[in-house]
Every structure is written in structure tokens, then in C-alpha cells.
């Protein structure tokens, strides 16, 4: 139990920013959707410590939500880089 707690602590923020921040960076007009967004990272950040509890193990917990982190936070940073992705002003 401490291993799923421990993981939802730790990672379910950056993976609820992550899910957020790509929604916010696909979407078509950001100066709309910027405020509904950061209002519903609260319920994405909830939603992904809820599910850390739904893995067996607290080590899978952790290597799945990391993974997840890791490959998301690489291909955000590739399509930014890439051009593909703006952050509009």
C-alpha cells in the first residue's frame, strides 16, 4: 500500500500536467481554453491518484505512471522542438 501511495503522491502530478498540457497545446484557440483546462487539471491530478490503486503492485505502479511520464514528457518535448507544437502568446 505504501508503494501505491507513495506513487501517487509523486507522480500523479507531473502525468496530470502532462494529459492537461497536451489537451491545452492541441487545442484549436488557447486564449478560450486556457481557463477550463487549468480547472480541470484538478480533476485529472485526482483521477490519476485514484488510479494508482488500481495496479496490483506498488511497483507496477510506479514503473507504468513513470514510463508513462518519461514517454510523454519526450514526445511533448520532440513535438516542440519538431515545430509540430506552439505555445500561442
Known sequence: MWGKSTAAVFLAM????LVVGFIALLSGDQRTTTLPLLLMFFVVWVAAMTCTYLFKTGLRAWLWMGGAIIVGF?????LKAAGLLRVGA
Open 14 to 17: 507531473p502525468l496530470a500536467a
Open 74 to 78: 519526450t514526445l511533448l518535448h520532440f
